[in-house]
């Protein structure tokens, strides 16, 4: 009986612990539930970045600008607007005619961690989710937006070389 005991209050305080994972953002640590640490870490790194809400799920949103495209950071996660949990990067063309999956698995064959798909609308969407959970270092974030940046300008290529559409951001 006493084993069962301790093996209960061992996962109560386990479950605990874990729920209390997501209020916690350490100081120098990039988190989706402290938007603003994400919008500093943005700055620090030479990007533009303002903070608002998304037009759909009311969750925070973070407009910004690279490589001469505008893209959202949109949260995910959250628990009634606030203390999210991951973020997406998202940088949507509008239908242009040349919008295919087969374009986007052109893409996707190549690329490790940025995703391209088209949706039923026909938007071309360039996708990167990343889970905040715990917090990010400062360091590893930097890496994070740099190689967004950099995919981005991949993309550009990837364009020029392929049907190019239109910014919808």
Same mark, same amino acid.
């Given at each position: 009986?006493?084993?069962?005991?301790?093996?209960?209050? #061992?996962?109560?305080?386990?479950?605990? #612990?874990?729920?209390?994972?997501?209020?916690?953002?350490?100081?120098? &640590?990039?988190?989706?539930?402290?938007?603003?640490?994400?919008?500093?870490?943005?700055?620090?790194?030479?990007?533009?970045?303002?903070?608002?809400?998304?037009?759909? @799920?009311?969750?925070?949103?973070?407009?910004?600008?690279?490589?001469?495209?505008?893209?959202?950071?949109?949260?995910?996660?959250?628990?009634?607007?606030?203390?999210?949990?991951?973020?997406?990067?998202?940088?949507?063309?509008?239908?242009?005619?040349?919008?295919?999956?087969?374009?986007?698995?052109?893409?996707?064959?190549?690329?490790?961690?940025?995703? &391209?798909?088209?949706?039923?609308?026909?938007?071309?969407?360039?996708?990167?989710?990343?889970? @905040?959970?715990?917090?990010?270092?400062?360091?590893?974030? #930097?890496?994070?937006?740099?190689?967004?940046?950099? &995919? &981005?300008?991949?993309?550009?290529?990837?364009?020029?070389?392929?049907?190019?559409?239109?910014?919808?951001?």
């Amino acid at each position: 009986m006493l084993r069962y005991m301790l093996v209960l209050a #061992a996962c109560m305080i386990g479950t605990n #612990a874990w729920a209390l994972d997501k209020d916690v953002c350490a100081a120098g &640590m990039v988190c989706a539930s402290k938007p603003q640490t994400i919008v500093d870490a943005l700055q620090a790194a030479g990007f533009r970045a303002t903070l608002s809400k998304s037009d759909t @799920t009311g969750n925070p949103k973070i407009e910004s600008a690279a490589n001469g495209y505008k893209f959202g950071i949109y949260f995910y996660g959250c628990e009634k607007n606030v203390q999210c949990d991951a973020i997406q990067f998202l940088l949507s063309f509008q239908d242009d005619g040349t919008h295919t999956p087969e374009l986007a698995n052109k893409w996707n064959k190549d690329k490790r961690f940025i995703q &391209m798909s088209v949706d039923d609308d026909r938007m071309l969407d360039l996708s990167y989710d990343l889970t @905040t959970m715990g917090g990010l270092p400062a360091r590893n974030f #930097a890496d994070v937006i740099e190689w967004w940046a950099a &995919m &981005m300008g991949e993309a550009g290529r990837f364009f020029k070389e392929n049907p190019a559409p239109k910014s919808s951001n």
